[in-house]
């Protein structure tokens, strides 16, 4: 069966301090891949996806980036946090031609 | 592009009562599918229900049901019989059929299931 992993639960970081949150994927093979964030008390806003191994794409500017060295890994960076950085970032996964996704358990940040 | 509205930012029901969620969507597409996740407060998002736009009969699946009305464009969550591990965010939303599915997400309705 499919799984997907998400590290850390929750990670408390100062301002300027870089950032590397990790997912990866058990049980399928060339998933699509997906950032979120949720802001408190909001929707999830998506950040980034990926078709396939080194493909990012971007969907809102910001100071955050992803990278998928792997075919089931995807990792979100930052060189330098914001306190807007601030939020809870979740993981998916979909499999291509088909609806839906898995999420992660997600990340709590909190930049301080 | 594509918008979900939701336009409640809370309800609350009694335990064992039905509840409807609103959900309102805006597309161009054809073609697209139609999401209910449900968001209990340890944050994980849980998938309830799925409709696609060209499904003739409303989706159910358990307790969840949804009221899918093409023509006004609305995709409703109704859940009967509430129990009070409903209580938690829910969210509606939607991607065109594709190739890789960018959901697009409502901003949420926080349900509360009273004993």
């Known amino acids: 069966s499919q799984t997907i992993h998400q590290w850390p639960a929750t990670l408390v970081q100062p301002v300027g301090s870089p950032l590397s949150l990790e997912c990866t994927v058990e049980g399928t093979s060339n998933p699509n891949l997906y950032w979120y964030r949720q802001a408190a008390g909001r929707g999830l806003q998506l950040l980034f996806y990926?078709?396939?191994?080194?493909?990012i794409s971007s969907e809102v500017p910001q100071n955050l980036s992803a990278s998928r060295p792997q075919d089931r890994q995807f990792i979100l960076s930052s060189k330098k946090l914001l306190l807007s950085d601030s939020g809870f970032y979740l993981c998916?996964?979909?499999?291509?031609?088909?609806?839906?996704?898995?999420f992660g358990s997600g990340t709590r940040l909190t930049v301080v | 592009a594509q918008k979900i509205t939701q336009t409640q930012p809370g309800m609350f029901v009694q335990e064992k009562e039905a509840v409807t969620l609103d959900c309102t969507y805006d597309?161009?597409?054809?073609?697209?599918?139609l999401f209910w996740y449900k968001q209990p407060s340890s944050g994980e998002m849980i998938f309830l229900i799925y409709q696609g736009s060209y499904d003739e009969q409303n989706a159910t699946e358990g307790r969840y049901s949804l009221n899918f009305q093409k023509a006004r464009k609305s995709a409703n969550l109704v859940i009967s019989a509430s129990q009070l591990g409903d209580s938690a965010m829910y969210f509606c939303a939607m991607s065109p059929k594709g190739d890789f599915q960018k959901l697009v997400f409502g901003t949420g309705t926080r349900l509360l299931v009273s004993p």
């Open positions: 990926s078709v396939g191994i080194g493909q």
């Open positions: 998916a996964w979909s499999i291509k031609q088909t609806y839906g996704y898995t």
């Open positions: 597309t161009s597409d054809q073609s697209y599918g």
